[in-house]
């Protein structure tokens, strides 16, 4: 699928990019709570469990690594919104 420019697209186009927009959003924030939801049950079983290994410790980097990709993803949803506005679609 092309990226076609914001500023080409008809009224209807726009507000289906708004709508995948919102979804991408939900998405994002449903995916970063279930895997900080991972991460303190990780950390809380290892916490009470009778060896502390560090060892355990290791594989919880993994939903922390995957929780900084889903934040630090470029906001590219500025010019989208900016352009609804000035069309009146927002």
Same mark, same amino acid.
């Given at each position: 699928?092309?990226?076609? *420019?914001?500023?080409?697209?008809?009224?209807?186009?726009?507000?289906?990019?708004?709508?995948?927009? =919102?979804?991408?959003?939900?998405?994002?924030?449903?995916?970063?709570?279930?895997?900080?939801?991972?991460?303190?049950?990780?950390? &809380?079983?290892?916490?009470?469990?009778?060896?502390?290994?560090?060892?355990?410790?290791?594989?919880?980097?993994?939903?922390?690594?995957?929780?900084?990709?889903?934040?630090?993803?470029?906001?590219?949803?500025? *010019?989208? &919104?900016?352009?609804?506005?000035? =069309?009146?679609?927002?």
């Amino acid at each position: 699928m092309e990226k076609k *420019d914001i500023y080409s697209m008809t009224d209807e186009e726009l507000l289906i990019e708004k709508k995948n927009l =919102r979804n991408s959003k939900i998405f994002h924030a449903l995916a970063i709570g279930f895997l900080a939801g991972i991460f303190f049950v990780g950390i &809380v079983a290892w916490g009470i469990s009778s060896k502390m290994n560090f060892g355990m410790l290791i594989p919880l980097m993994i939903p922390v690594f995957l929780i900084y990709k889903l934040a630090k993803k470029p906001d590219t949803s500025g *010019d989208l &919104v900016e352009l609804l506005k000035k =069309r009146g679609l927002y």
